[in-house]
């Protein structure tokens, strides 16, 4: 969708400059040719329309009655530029009079009170004293360019109208053929962005699905590099990239090997030996009644560390079936609050546990790894966090939520992200702990090859408690461990 989100603006970004730079340049045009067209007809008719009105007049006697008038009217109106013509005389000692060449189409209400005024007013500027006046108007929705002077002597004033519908008509057309010109501009530009963002973003969408494909960890996937553009050079930092990453991910994945194959190497050697102390301990601590008074605490010691280092083991070897991916769910249907009370009696914590829970809340999942998750949970609320701890189970939807909360002072802040960590303890001025320090990560590596999540915070009225959400049924969960395991 990116990819063709970011098409669709670079075709929107072509079309708009191609429009902006069309619409402007066919502006520009049309008033060009708009004053081009306007100003050759308007100059073309006033010249002609001032020296006939200049020669008709100077024929005429300044006794000439209105039909002199009317005949050099109709003279003037034969102009080949085709306009309509008015004469009014303003002699002083006889009645005004006012001739026309067509009074259907031109009479002296037509002509504007301004232009009137603008061409009886006497100029005092050294030559003329009347000059012609022109102005642009509109009668019954069609242009006209009407202009008007007052001959030299003052005794005649005449006005023409001429139609500018022809010229309104010519421009109308080249309106017409420039948006034409801009639509087929615009559909040009979007053919172009059409072709040139495909020529750019070809190059991009197989370079995010390489980025893709090697965030998937297909870490051998490369570019095919053509050219010598930007693209290509990019193309190829991207190659670079990848090798290097490739490299690198594969030193370190052998070097993880290595640790794994070290772990479980030294754990599978440490259990035979530990197998022999432990029978020996067991021996020591069933005689441990009749040893002497100062040896017996050293044979307590060497029997607890000797409990505490085979439990230590137990856990490396759990620890390295999860990195290896070779840990596997056996599942069955469970009762729930069956399977937490067995956890409980097996361990001696009904007097130190709460348990809200129904009967009859039956799931699929592996009940050996459910228990672990549970010893875990409970018995590290026991050690740090005190008795009574309650354990309430309830189902939500499809999941099963088991919470357990001690009556503790809660968990530091600064150490709740870090409570799942293999290895890791609050407070590091201690050398040493009772546990191995593996425990709850252990419980988070089960609750995960269900499916599940396991979740620590602080209750608002004191207290740590610890949220395990699982599947009802794991057996999709299986199926994907089971793959993760062949592969």
Known sequence: MRWVSLRLRLVIVFALVALVSAVSVAGI????????????????????????????????????????????AR??????????????????????????????????ADVPAA?????????????SPYHLYWQRITMGDRPYLIGGARVDGGNWTGYMLKSLDAERKDLNSLAWSLSIATALSLIGSALLAQAAASTVLRPVQRLGDAARALGEGKLNTRLRVTGTDELADLARTFNQTAYRLEKKVDELSEREKASRRFVADMSHELRTP????????????????????????????????????????????????FDAGTAKLVLDDVDVADQ?????????????????????????????????????????????????????VRLEGEELVIEVKDNGPGIPE???????????????????????????????????????????????????????????????????AEREGRR
């Open 29 to 72: 045009a049309y008033w060009l040719n708009r004053d081009a067209v306007l100003k050759r007809t308007q100059d073309a008719s006033l010249r002609d329309f001032r020296e006939s009105l200049k020669d008709v007049t100077d024929g005429l006697p300044l006794t000439a009655d209105c039909r002199e008038l009317d005949d050099a």
């Open 75 to 108: 003279r003037l109106a034969t102009s080949t530029q085709n306009y309509q013509v008015l004469i009014q005389s303003d002699r002083g000692d006889a009645p005004r009079c006012t001739a026309y060449s067509n009074e259907d189409e031109f009479k002296a």
């Open 115 to 127: 232009l009137r005024k603008a061409v009886d007013e006497r100029r005092e500027d050294g030559t």
């Open 274 to 321: 530990m197998t022999a102390i432990t029978a020996v301990t067991e021996v020591l601590e069933e005689e441990q009644d009749n040893l002497d008074p100062m040896v017996a605490p050293a044979v307590q010691l060497v029997v607890s560390e000797t409990r505490r280092l085979n439990d230590l083991v137990e856990n490396l070897m759990e620890v390295t079936r």
């Open 340 to 392: 937490v009370t067995a956890c409980i009696d097996a361990r001696a914590w009904l007097d130190a546990v709460e348990l809200d829970a129904d009967r009859g809340l039956n799931v699929r999942l592996d009940p050996r790894r459910l228990d672990v998750i549970l010893a875990n949970l409970i018995g590290n609320a026991l050690k740090h966090g005190g008795s009574p701890v309650r354990v309430a």
């Open 414 to 480: 600064e150490v709740l992200p870090h409570v799942f960590d293999r290895f890791y303890k609050a407070d590091a001025s201690r050398a040493r702990s009772e546990g191995s320090g593996l425990g709850l990560s252990i419980a988070v590596e089960n609750a995960r090859i269900h499916g599940g999540t396991i979740t620590a915070e602080n209750a608002p009225e004191g207290g740590a408690v610890f949220t395990l959400r699982l599947p009802r049924d794991a057996s999709e969960a299986a199926e994907a």
